[in-house]
């Protein structure tokens, strides 16, 4: 059962904050965040295993709701750097299971 | 720490012909999973590896498809008589064995079935 993200995707400008969810109509094991540029490999950001859990480094930050049925990831003061599709994926049954993808775009 | 490799990083074929993928893990790393990748989709799970077993196989990898991981090292990805619709960014990832089974991407072979 694949998670399903929102908003589909998001422009904004540069020094904007964003938020993307990801949600679960079941419990997610876990929740591990990726970013992909055009063309290229998803990139690991973080990963949130447990229930009521907050995560960050840097600018980007994550949480995971006490049910584990929703995480939602921050990006505070975009960057052009931070363009690109956002997915986050549950780590049930020994596997990623993808979400539907969030694209971000940030316009100077 | 060099990273997941893959090669090629892109393949042209016509249809009917077969191909071969091969990825190289972080070393470290047991686990070794493959991924497929259609334009505007998140990649889905195609099969996975602990050190040379296959451990669990998608039902998208069709009797077409075959992987292997000899000696638990790197691994290849075959298709056979390849389709149209196998055109796809192929993605192999590793992870350690650890709690959190954090998986790093290579940077994928892009297939095109002419």
């Known amino acids: 059962q694949q998670p399903v993200q929102s908003p589909q995707a998001v422009i904004l400008r540069e020094g904007e904050d964003a938020v993307i969810n990801c949600s679960s109509s079941?419990?997610?094991?876990?929740v591990h965040w990726y970013r992909q540029k055009h063309g290229e490999a998803p990139v690991f950001l973080m990963i949130l295993l447990k229930g009521g859990e907050q995560k960050g480094h840097d600018k980007i930050s994550a949480s995971f709701n006490e049910k584990k049925q929703q995480s939602s990831l921050y990006l505070t003061a975009s960057q052009l750097s931070y363009s690109g599709t956002y997915f986050c994926?549950?780590?049930?049954?020994?596997?990623?299971?993808f979400g539907t993808g969030t694209r971000l775009t940030i316009i100077p | 720490d060099t990273g997941v490799s893959q090669d090629p990083r892109h393949k042209i074929t016509k249809r009917g012909q077969n191909v071969t993928f091969r990825c190289d893990p972080i070393s470290e790393h047991n686990r070794l999973y493959w991924y497929r990748q259609t334009l505007g989709q998140g990649p889905e799970f195609l099969t996975y590896?602990?050190?040379?077993?296959?451990?669990?196989k998608s039902r998208l990898l069709s009797d077409r498809f075959s992987a292997e991981r000899p000696k638990g090292s790197f691994s290849t990805l075959e298709i056979q008589r390849t389709e149209q619709g196998d055109s796809a960014m192929y993605l192999c990832a590793s992870s350690p064995r650890t709690p959190e089974e954090t998986q790093y991407f290579g940077p994928g072979t892009r297939l095109l079935v002419l």
């Open positions: 590896f602990q050190n040379e077993a296959q451990l669990e």
């Open positions: 079941k419990a997610l094991y876990s």
């Open positions: 994926g549950d780590f049930g049954n020994e596997k990623l299971t």
